[in-house]
């Protein structure tokens, strides 16, 4: 029944993200890009893509930080659009999108104050979705409990932030472990929003979430090996979701090394064939090791670009403004890929992206 | 078979109209390197070849001359920047274009003279903008220090004043307890009272010939745990400060703030701020350092504020004098600024079209080839070939602006490539054939309908929008845009009114054609209009309400049109609907006739005989035995008098037959007609033998070509012949070309594949679209009438239910009335009655154009002649 009034809130917007994501940048483009010799070359050929308008104006040895910046720009602006003529329920969903980058933001924002970054400096560096009112004020808070207590109490992120108060200090796994609660709390609660919203959102978004879930299941599971986290903080971390969701979860909280966890996914048809010949040990820093071998991470990026595709393929749904987002977001970061490639002339490396048409 | 009329066409006198598309020609141009640049110039000027593309395999950044278009996209850049520079210091731009600059003479050296005054003027604005900014980020400091010093010293005073006056003389202890209310939302001040207050009351003991509030402010101020900072934050950060320092100070602080009135502007964006003045009174050092690293998160600029009067009003003093001081030097800045700003405005809009048609040049250049030395470019594209000759004598005029003495080459190449289609317009034609090409382009060669658009679509209108007075206001407002076309070419820039500008043509003529058939109907904004004396009389005695009243019939007939007589007959209807519905059907099989006609002069065209013998013949045989005999009888029953007597008084016609019966019953019940229906002598036979030639014509056009194509391709395979797979290399014409490289280009002629099925399923399809569609098309034309009919009854509609009554009034409103009942009608007469009404005619008169007219005989596959034109160029610039 959903589909029925579907478009009267949301068709307009549909439209708009389906014509966003039919400005992505395609292979045949990705093809010239990674041609190019010089930056130069690639803000030509950038000029003809959406990102256009937004490069024309900057002086012509460009940078790579300056371009990262300029497509953010592009992203951001395209997603306010949407968010200016968003009604319920989409206008609450692409809330729910920006909370993801607010956990980014805050923890950014705490670590960068740990190690007595100017504030200044870090506010620049953080997502401009993730922004909100009294986030600046961090920068004062020493205790988990001021934290609270003093900014997070009034941002969309309190309810999440309840089950980190139990951390004493603010130290580098204190963070992490933060932001891991965050992140888990955050998607334990979009997949019961997104549930809410009954079909066909509910179904999509839970397909892409569950992956989500996985994804960062396997990463805590990675990360944490030789670090004091214990194995019951671990498990405390997977979010409560996914295909791996239970059983696999409490088997990958006692794992003590890659073997063990390559084993455990082998069991399952999606994963199986993503960790064929990949070398897990390489893969644990996240990002790609040597030319052509493609890392865990890259495999994860790959099926996450592959599932927000598909979400494509359905109508009258929201789950499209979730999926243009992260696709638009891949594509930055292979755009940013390939400029670092050229500008640091690493040519062998450069077809390392991730392609998304 | 492929299509080789193109070739063939060469022979042919070169004329230029608007039947056919332009006889093109490939040309190959070998341009020596230093003339190229003059050479696309004066091409884009004159903006007669369409240019192809010779390097598509090569990607855009590694073609030749792709540093320069980097370059002039440099400084098309810094171009945008001082013209966003001028906007924003509101420096207007000259309209002034500098012809001799911009037009066809400058070379290399002068462009590189505008670039080093564009790089100079974009380096001195600069600087200045930066210096400005700089002086703007002091004088906003010192503005808002010197609101801070005055909303603080304000503050004080209000604090102290409403605690001061009641303790003035009763000791400290007072003021303390007074202050407490004036501070609810100070718990700070309130509790600190205790602890600290005493040593405040010996201090200010020792102060004794101050002013309370001076001694309040001082005596917070310089005691060691209660201090304050102020500063300036953006007023809608002010709740979220409050709120953050509130909780992260516990409760222990005092905010109090200020708006300031009048907005900020903010260097940054450039645009007016609000802000507000605020003061946090916060207890110890610490969480004074917390407050002060909060508020400066948050994005405040805090301010050193004295804590005494005093010195706050030096401060003050001085704030002002160096706030005046930077005004002057800001002004003398902004002064500066705008005068090399306003040396920029008038030249920016040449520039800018220099720069435009320049990058546009070297786009252009990039399409075309080296030669194996590298000395000369060769470029290829199509022209009109009528054209040749201007194109070479632009050529020339380039040769000798470069100051060379080798020439460039021109010379056309045999092709079988599909050549664009260039359809020579004017003014008044270009309206009507953007209207064909919205349907499709003509391909080259084949018959263009826009010749007739140009006519049948303004009468197609004008036969539903039949009214002299709409018509005339209609034509009057489109002479006017016409009358004043360059006065008003603004119009096309509004998007909305774009349609209307470039169609005035096509709105004037269907005007015209509204007055007239307005005339035929006799119709003046639904009023009869009595030119000439009516055939009918009325008689005198007028009867009574209800009564049935007959007109008499007087000797003559109306010399043109309706009489007036039948308006407001009550069977006024019946007669004008029975008269338009005719001449729906006779116009509408006039029109499809002519476009099933058109076929001939494509056949002959392209030379295909079998097109006109057995597809044109027998659509032509098929329409005119059912609808060509349905005209003639349309007309039969017009024109006799069909209640005449003879000499003994009796009917010589037994009564008007029905043609919808007629019609029906010659498909029905053939060679039969009923008595009562009978028209002339020798119908039933006549019909039973229409009928029999329209049958036989369906198996004609559905058997005889594919089966006439098949005996030729098998004829064409038992010879030998078949199946060449046949290149045809582009050859020059020109051989005595020392050292020009000929590019040599295999065109792949699309493989003679013979399909029978498919032809006979193409054949079939067409066959009974054919058949089918005279029927609909004919009915479709009925929209004519319905239109018309709608047209004239929502017209009178409105003329009796807005204006008509206040004529009929009586009293001395009556002109009120009028007044008021005439703005009404007159408003949605123009509204409704031409705007609305006039668009939904437009749609009919186009439907009927498209679907009824061009399938007949119209492919419309060509693809349009796109030379390459600054205009064109600067037209699209302008648009963005």
């Known amino acids: 029944m959903n589909e029925i009034h579907f478009n009267v809130d949301a068709g307009y917007l549909e439209g708009i993200v389906r014509g966003y994501r039919d400005g992505l940048i395609t292979a045949p483009q990705y093809l010239n890009l990674t041609q190019c010799e010089t930056m130069d070359d690639l803000k030509l050929q950038l000029a003809t893509t959406d990102y256009g308008s937004f490069l024309q104006n900057e002086p012509s040895p460009i940078s790579t930080s300056t371009l990262a910046a300029r497509c953010t720009d592009a992203l951001v602006a395209e997603f306010q659009y949407l968010q200016q003529n968003a009604a319920e329920p989409i206008s609450r969903f692409l809330d729910y999108i920006t909370y993801g980058y607010m956990i980014d933001n805050v923890v950014l924002l705490i670590t960068g104050t740990l190690h007595e970054r100017d504030t200044h400096d870090l506010l620049e560096k953080c997502h401009p979705l993730g922004l909100f009112d009294s986030m600046p004020a961090l920068c004062v808070a020493t205790t988990v409990q001021d934290l609270y207590s003093t900014v997070m109490v009034d941002s969309p992120l309190a309810g999440y932030f309840r089950e980190c108060l139990s951390a004493e200090d603010l130290n580098e796994l204190n963070i992490e472990i933060i932001r891991n609660t965050l992140y888990k709390a955050y998607l334990e609660d979009f997949y019961a929003y997104c549930r809410g919203l009954g079909e066909p959102t509910a179904s999509i978004m839970a397909e892409i979430l569950s992956f989500e879930a996985d994804r960062r299941t396997v990463n805590i599971t990675i990360n944490s090996f030789g670090t004091e986290l214990s194995k019951d903080d671990r498990a405390k971390l997977y979010p409560r979701l996914g295909s791996m969701y239970p059983e696999a979860q409490t088997r990958l909280a006692r794992v003590d090394d890659m073997d063990q966890v390559k084993a455990i996914l082998e069991q399952y048809g999606e994963y199986k064939n993503m960790i064929v010949g990949v070398s897990l040990s390489a893969s644990a820093a996240g990002s790609g090791g040597g030319s052509g071998v493609l890392s865990l991470e890259d495999r994860f990026f790959g099926k996450e670009v592959q599932l927000n595709k598909d979400s494509f393929e359905q109508q009258f749904h929201c789950s499209v403004f979730y999926s243009w987002l992260r696709l638009k977001e891949q594509e930055i970061r292979n755009v940013v890929w390939i400029a670092e490639c050229i500008s640091q002339q690493q040519k062998d490396k450069i077809s390392n992206y991730t392609p998304i048409y | ?880």
């Not at chain 2, 980097?70 to 924003?88: A, C, G, P, T, V």
């Not at chain 2, 703007?136 to 010093?149: A, I, R, T």
């Not at chain 2, 009869?528 to 008689?539: I, L, T």
């Not at chain 2, 392209?606 to 035995?625: A, M, T």
Request: with cysteine; hydrophobic share 45%.
């Open chain 2, 1 to 880: 078979m492929p299509s080789r009329g193109w070739g063939m066409m060469r022979g042919r006198p070169k004329t230029t109209t608007i039947f056919r598309s332009e006889v093109m020609s490939l040309v190959q141009l070998y341009i020596p390197s230093d003339v190229a640049r003059y050479a696309v110039l004066q091409l884009g000027e004159i903006g007669l070849v369409q240019f192809r593309d010779l390097n598509v395999e090569v990607s855009a950044f590694q073609r030749s001359f792709v540093n320069d278009v980097r370059r002039f996209d440099e400084i098309e850049r810094k171009l945008r920047y001082l013209h966003s520079q001028l906007e924003r210091s509101g420096v207007d731009v000259y309209e002034f274009l500098d012809d001799g600059f911009a037009g066809s003479s400058r070379g290399p050296r002068d462009i590189d003279e505008m670039e080093e005054r564009i790089n100079a003027h974009d380096d001195r604005v600069l600087k200045l903008t930066a210096a400005f900014k700089n002086l703007q980020l002091k004088h906003l400091e010192l503005l808002e220090n010197k609101y801070v010093l005055e909303e603080v010293s304000s503050l004080f005073s209000e604090m102290a004043g409403r605690g001061g006056a009641p303790g003035a003389q009763g000791g400290r202890a007072s003021v303390a307890t007074g202050g407490a209310p004036g501070l609810d939302a100070a718990p700070l001040l309130t509790r600190t009272d205790t602890s600290s207050r005493r040593s405040i009351g010996s201090l200010d003991a020792a102060r004794a010939g101050d002013t309370d509030f001076d001694i309040e402010a001082g005596g917070v101020g310089r005691d060691i745990n209660v201090g304050f900072i102020a500063g300036v934050i953006q007023r809608e950060r002010i709740a979220t400060l409050e709120r953050v320092l509130w909780r992260s100070l516990r409760g222990n602080m005092f905010l109090n703030y200020v708006d300031i009135e009048d907005p900020i502007r903010d260097p940054k964006s450039d645009g007016p701020v609000y802000k507000s003045a605020f003061i946090v009174f916060a207890h110890g050092a610490s969480l004074r350092d917390r407050a002060t690293k909060i508020a400066e998160s948050l994005g405040a600029t805090l301010y050193q504020v004295d804590s005494s009067a005093e010195r706050r009003q030096e401060d003050l003093i001085d704030t002002m004098s160096r706030l005046d001081d930077l005004q002057q030097i800001l002004e003398n800045n902004a002064v500066a600024r705008v005068n090399e700003l306003t040396g920029v405005a008038e030249q920016i809009n040449t520039w800018f079209t220099v720069v435009r048609k320049e990058k546009a040049i070297y786009h252009t250049l990039n399409l075309f080839n080296y030669d194996a030395n590298r000395n000369c470019l060769i470029a290829e594209g199509w022209c009109a070939t009528s054209d040749i000759l201007a194109i070479q004598s632009a050529l020339h005029v380039a040769t000798e602006n470069a100051g060379s003495n080798v020439p460039t080459v021109l010379q056309e190449l045999r092709t079988t490539k599909e050549p664009p289609t260039f359809v020579r317009t004017n003014r008044f034609t270009d309206g009507f054939q953007n209207i064909v090409d919205a349907y499709g382009v003509p391909k080259a060669g084949e018959v263009n309908p826009g010749l007739f658009t140009c006519i049948t679509f303004p009468f197609l209108f004008a036969l539903m929008f039949g009214d002299l007075g709409h018509g005339a206001l209609m034509t009057l407002s489109a002479a006017l845009l016409c009358a004043y076309e360059k006065r008003l070419a603004w119009l096309a820039k509004s998007e909305s009114l774009r349609m209307f500008y470039s169609g005035r043509y096509i709105v004037l003529l269907m005007g015209v054609f509204s007055m007239f058939t307005g005339l035929i109907y006799n119709d003046i904004f639904s009023r009869a209009m009595s030119f000439f004396p009516s055939g009918w009389a009325w008689p005198a005695d007028q009867g009574g309400e209800g009564v049935t009243v007959e007109a008499a019939r007087l000797g003559g007939v109306y010399p043109i049109g309706i009489d007036p007589a039948w308006h407001h007959a009550s069977n006024s209807l019946l007669f004008t609907n029975s008269y338009k519905m005719k001449m729906s059907i006779v116009l509408g099989v006039i029109h499809m006739t002519l476009g099933i006609c058109l076929q001939v002069p494509n056949a002959l065209h392209f030379r295909k005989r079998i097109n006109i013998v057995h597809v044109f013949v027998p659509q032509i045989i098929f329409l005119c035995s059912i609808f060509g005999y349905l005209v003639f009888a349309i007309v039969l029953k017009w024109s006799t008098d069909w209640y005449a007597r003879d000499a003994g008084g009796e009917l010589t016609h037994i009564g008007p037959p029905s043609l919808l019966n007629m019609l029906i019953y010659m498909f029905l019940s053939p060679g039969k007609v009923s008595d009562s229906e009978k028209m002339f002598r020798g119908q039933a036979a006549l019909q039973g033998f229409l009928l029999l030639t329209a049958l036989v014509c369906v198996p004609w056009m559905l058997l005889v070509k594919p089966l006439i194509l098949r005996r030729e391709h098998q004829k064409i395979v038992s010879e030998g012949y078949g199946r060449i797979s046949s290149h045809v290399r582009v050859s020059t014409e020109g051989e005595g070309l020392g050292g020009a490289v000929i590019v040599a280009e295999q065109e792949e002629m699309e493989e003679d594949d013979f399909d029978f099925a498919d032809i006979m399923i193409n054949q079939t399809i067409h066959t009974i679209e054919f058949c089918l569609n005279s029927i609909s098309n004919t009915a479709s034309y009925l929209r004519l009438w319905a239109l018309s009919l709608a047209h004239a009854q929502l017209s009178e509609v409105l003329w009796t239910m807005t204006f008509l009554p206040t004529l009929k009034m009586s009293g001395s409103l009556q002109p009120v009335a009028i007044m008021c009942g005439f703005a009404v009608w007159f408003v949605l007469t123009v509204g409704i009655l031409i705007g609305m009404e006039g668009l939904s005619a437009f749609l009919h008169a186009l439907r009927l154009h498209w679907v009824e007219f061009n399938n007949k005989f119209y492919d419309g596959t060509g693809v349009k002649f796109e030379p390459f034109s600054f205009k064109a160029v600067l037209d699209e610039a302008d648009e963005q």
